[in-house]
Structure formats: structure tokens, C-alpha cells
Nanobody, 127 residues
Framework: QVRLVESGGASVQAGGSLRLSCVTT?????????VAWFRQAPGKLREWVAG????????VYADDVKGRCTISRDNEKDEVTLQMTNLNPDDTAMYYC???????????????????WGQGTQVTVSS
């Protein structure tokens, strides 16, 4: 089984920064190959923000957050962090950590492809 626990969400003003954390607990070290961050604003679909390969720590980003987000992984803690800078009100959403085991070449952005999810952490950005 895989368990994901997010933390770090907060209310900040536009231009501010946040660091979100996702700690993974799993019995089988081969059970996941990717960890991703998604977000969902009220009334909108869940959208992919960034992801990282578990075994290589290579990051990938959605186009609209490139340059403002950095995803990284601490292997010892089995933790994935999402550092976000220059936040704006459009970044307001519930942020979710997701994980799964994927074949090479699979896309990152489809929520239905991820079998494991955290409970979410709220980010609110005020203008």
C-alpha cells in the first residue's frame, strides 16, 4: 500500500512563496515510479502542475508554472516538495500529491492514471 500526506498549504499574498511537502509511505519500494502535484480550484477540473521521476529525480512541469515552481525529491525521507514563487490569485486551489507506477512515455497530466492520492492541502493567494 502507498500513503501520501501533504502539508505546507497556507494563505499568502500575491507575490509570495510557499513550499508544499508530500511524504510517501510504502511497503514496496518499486510500487511507484512517479510522484506528481495536481491542483483543483472550485468549479474547475483537477490540473497537473508538476511531477518527478522517483528513481532519477528528473522533474517535469506544466507550461503555466514553468519558472515559478520547482519540484524536488529527498530520497532519504521519501518526500517530494513543490516550491512555488511569485504566487498569484489564479494559483488558489487545493493541491494534491499523487503517485503511481507508469510505463515509459505515459503522459503526466491525467488524474485517472494515478492510483494513489493524498488528502490535499489548501493554497489561497490574495491580491
Amino acid at each position: 500500500q502507498v500513503r501520501l500526506v501533504e502539508s505546507g498549504g497556507a494563505s499568502v499574498q500575491a507575490g509570495g512563496s510557499l513550499r508544499l511537502s508530500c511524504v510517501t509511505t510504502r511497503d514496496d519500494p518499486t510500487s511507484i515510479s512517479r510522484v506528481a502535484w495536481f491542483r483543483q480550484a472550485p468549479g474547475k477540473l483537477r490540473e497537473w502542475v508538476a511531477g518527478i521521476f522517483v528513481h532519477t529525480s528528473v522533474p517535469v512541469y506544466a507550461d503555466d508554472v514553468k519558472g515559478r515552481c520547482t519540484i524536488s525529491r529527498d530520497n532519504e525521507k521519501d518526500e517530494v516538495t513543490l516550491q512555488m514563487t511569485n504566487l498569484n490569485p489564479d494559483d488558489t486551489a487545493m493541491y494534491y500529491c499523487a503517485a503511481g507506477k507508469f510505463m515509459s512515455g505515459r503522459p503526466w497530466h491525467k488524474p485517472a492514471d494515478y492510483p494513489y492520492w493524498g488528502q490535499g492541502t489548501q493554497v489561497t493567494v490574495s491580491s
